[in-house]
Every structure is written in structure tokens, then in C-alpha cells.
């Protein structure tokens, strides 16, 4: 019985692949089929054990190809949660990796720059380098809230309960005495190399399938731990990027 009405759920990132393929100029109604085809080359699954969407980002009859962008899930994973939702009483409309969920969420829909989306989590951050509206590169980090909390109790040597509320209350304000500004510092250092990275990355000529321009507009940092007084400032200032949280 649907007790609470339809929802559009989304799947862990942790299971999910993102691919850019290019494609020789096709019709429409043929691209499905050519992806499928090569779905085994570039994921540890046979094609029938994945389920997998695209999107058609560039196609061009006189350049005699098209870029999709390509993003798959095992069947298995799939099929587990929706299972579980359609066992909670919820009719599922569609399911969405969760970082294509959260930028459909965050990012504005007519928006044509460059974004890193930062969705740092209680145990995990996702991040997402997105162009007009679609994703190009996304991974996981395994480093979130968590990390965060546990560096407050080992340098400032306080209860759990004590150092969440020191992380929302003070974070990284620069305020005297903030004693939690060092060990937040330190932990999301890894968070702030890795969005250093994937901007380098993207910078590159990597991406041979994209065409506009690289340059990233914005940081966008969204997920519980984006809530951290003074996040936004450290990340802008570390980045030399604007920095917003979503």
C-alpha cells in the first residue's frame, strides 16, 4: 500500500561510475544501444548487471560525433533500495546517483559556468565538478562530519555530545579563543586538497570531449556539514575561489 505518496529517491555515490564517451555521429534512438555496447570496457560489470542512464551533451552532424555523459549503477544496488523503499509504503517516480540528485538541487538549472559542488556528509564528501548542468567528474572522499568531530575530542579533549555542539556553535569563525578553528583546519585540509585536485584536473586537457570553458564559477558546499560557521570563508580564502554554501 503507498502510505506517503511518490518520491524521487537517489543511490550512494559509493556504487556509481561516470563515464564521458564520444560517439560517432548516430541518430538518437541509436545512442542507447552504442553506450551498452561499451559499458563492459570501462566498468567491472557485465552490461547486464548495470543499469545505467545518459545524457547527450554535445552532438554535431558536421563534426561527425557526440559526447554524452554517461552515469551507471550495478542492477543489484538498484534493485536493494528500491525494494526497501517500495517496502516503506513509497511509490518510486525515479532513482538518481546522489550526486546528479543534489545538483539538480543546488546548482541553478539555466546556469552555463562551472561548479564544484562539495557535499560533505556525515562519513563521506562527494565532489562533483558540473557544466550546464551536468556532471563531468564525481567522486567520494572518506572524510566527513565525523572526521571533523573526532579531531575536537582528541585536541580539545571533550565528550562527543560537547565537541558537535562546539563544531556548529564556534567552527572556524575567527573569533578569540575559537579553540576548534586549528583541528577543523586540519581536517578539512584533505577536503579542501581534494577539490584543489579535481580543479586541476579539470583545468587539464583531460576532458578531451569538453569545449567551453573550464574556468569554475563557484564552489557550492551543501550536506550537513556545510553548516559549520565559517566554512565558506576558509574554503574562498584556501581555493581562491568564490565559495557559497547551496
Known sequence: KNFFGTVNASLPEDHAYFLRL???????????????LQIEDHVPYLAEEVIFDYEIVNGNKSTQHIDTTV???????????????QLAGLEVASLSIESDAM??????????????????GKNKTVISVVNGGTIWISDTIKAGGDLLTELIIKYLKVERSVAENIKYEKGLSEIKDNLAFEPLALGLSSIRDEIIRYNMYWMSD??????????VHKVILCGRDANIPGIDNYLSSSLKISTVIA
Open 206 to 215: 583531460k576532458e578531451a570531449t569538453f569545449s567551453g570553458e573550464r574556468k
Open 103 to 120: 545538483i539538480k538541487a543546488v546548482v541553478p538549472r539555466d546556469a552555463e559556468e562551472t561548479f564544484i559542488v562539495v557535499n560533505i
Open 71 to 85: 552515469s551507471i549503477i550495478p542492477r543489484l544496488v538498484a534493485e536493494k533500495y528500491l525494494t526497501t523503499l
Open 22 to 36: 564520444r560517439l560517432p555521429w548516430m541518430e538518437a534512438p541509436k545512442v542507447r544501444e552504442a553506450i551498452e
